[in-house]
């Protein structure tokens, strides 16, 4: 299994307050994304990282922030919770070769926002 | 933009039977492509992977195969078992290592 951490695994939260989930690897691979899994949506991408300090916006980034200030550190930061942020969060990192990309994924961090 | 899906979404089968996954995705211009399996309140773990030049990849009771000209992917599974209940989704990958997942299959085996 690769070396994926997520904290913390389950979160209750109220609306309006901040929220800082973390994704810690040990594989020392280039990329790192943050996907949010919903009935009926599937996995969608909110931002990922392909280094240090080198981050961009997936298709739902609205409302979140990421910040990688280390190989193997990827924060998720949700500004201002919303109840439509309730989800379950999934960390996955890549190495980054092209041919034989594989993405791992987390144990998952679930959120739910009151 | 790649557009990645699966059916049928649900599918139940006796134990003991062969089944098929299929994936479709609409750009043929992918790196490669995983089979993964997702239990309940679990992460996703890579079953198989095939690179874009692979015809098929095997692992045990599971065969997966692409044809990446018509945009489809079949996860074969042979001799299914109650334990092979789960989810089962595919993933396409593309340039800037992206990666476009299907909304899955949910196979139920009853023994």
């Known amino acids: 299994d690769a070396g994926i951490t997520q904290s913390p695994r389950h979160k209750v939260t109220e609306t309006g307050t901040p929220v800082t989930l973390r994704c810690h690897q040990t594989e020392n691979h280039r990329y790192m994304y943050w996907y949010r899994q919903d009935p009926g949506h599937g996995l969608r991408l909110i931002h990922y990282?392909?280094?240090?300090?080198?981050?961009d916006k997936g298709e739902v980034s609205d409302g979140y922030s990421v910040s990688r200030s280390k190989t193997e550190d990827f924060l998720l930061t949700l500004e201002s919770a919303t109840s439509s942020q309730t989800s379950v969060y999934f960390c996955?990192?890549?190495?980054?070769?092209?041919?034989?990309?594989?993405?791992?994924f987390g144990e998952g961090s679930w959120l739910t926002v009151v | 933009k790649q557009e990645v899906t699966q059916i049928p979404a649900a599918l139940s089968v006796p134990e003991g039977e062969n089944l098929v996954l299929n994936c479709s995705f609409t750009d043929s211009a992918i790196y490669n492509l995983q089979w993964f399996r997702q239990d309940p309140g679990k992460g996703l773990t890579s079953l198989l992977l095939i690179q874009s030049s692979q015809r098929e990849q095997t692992s045990g009771r599971l065969n997966a195969s692409l044809d990446k000209s018509s945009g489809r992917s079949t996860l074969y599974i042979a001799a299914s078992q109650p334990g092979d209940s789960a989810t089962y989704l595919c993933a396409v990958s593309g340039t800037g290592n992206q990666f476009y997942f299907g909304t899955g299959t949910s196979l139920t085996v009853i023994p």
């Open positions: 990282s392909y280094g240090v300090k080198d981050t």
């Open positions: 996955a990192i890549s190495d980054g070769t092209s041919s034989g990309n594989t993405i791992y």
